[in-house]
């Protein structure tokens, strides 16, 4: 399994570190879960579902559904602020309860060894989602794709042919 997802919205995108990216919708889907009942985003049921297979396997990224209407942008931007500043509010979080989290059916999120994980970088991540979204995240030097998510913060990876 590798440790980098893509994640794209439209025409753009970037890698993320799978760690990072599990922990944020873990996070959103807390959040989202409840919303879902509700018959004016009843949209959001589908879109955790789909949440939840990236958060779990790393082998699939995350791609944000270019045909949401501005209202359902909204509402995910939203959805990734609070669970921005949710995370905020903690320093790190142990890889054991990291480790608890059944997001899957029978699958948890990983640490990947590390006996925790700072939050700060998990937070830049999903600051780097709401920026694609919103049309604000700088263009990654050429030659090159952000990395969000990692534990020394963003940085670039190399890439081979356009993306």
């Known amino acids: 399994m590798t440790s980098k997802q893509y994640v794209e919205y439209r025409d753009r995108g970037f890698w993320a570190y799978d760690v990072a ?9 807390d959040i989202a879960e409840p ?12 879109a955790v579902s789909d949440w939840r297979v990236p958060a779990a396997i790393s082998d699939y990224g995350l791609e944000i559904n270019k045909n949401w209407s501005a209202t359902q942008l909204d509402v995910f ?14 320093d790190a979080i142990d890889a054991e309860e990291i480790e608890s989290w059944m997001i899957l059916e029978d699958l948890h999120l990983s640490s ?21 979204v919103e049309g604000t995240l700088p263009a990654a030097p050429s030659g090159t794709a952000w990395f969000y ?3 020394q913060g963003r940085t670039t990876i190399g ?3 356009d993306f």
């Open 77 to 90: 931007v939203n959805l990734f602020d609070r669970a921005c500043r949710s995370l905020n509010q903690r």
């Open 112 to 132: 990947r060894g590390a006996p925790k994980i700072f939050t700060a970088p998990v937070v830049e991540l999903g600051r780097a989602i709401i920026a694609l």
């Open 159 to 161: 890439m081979i042919g």
């Open 35 to 46: 919303l879902a009942a509700n018959p004016n985003t009843q949209w959001l049921a589908s």
């Open 21 to 29: 990216l599990g922990i944020l919708l873990k996070h959103v889907i």
């Open 149 to 151: 998510g990692v534990p």
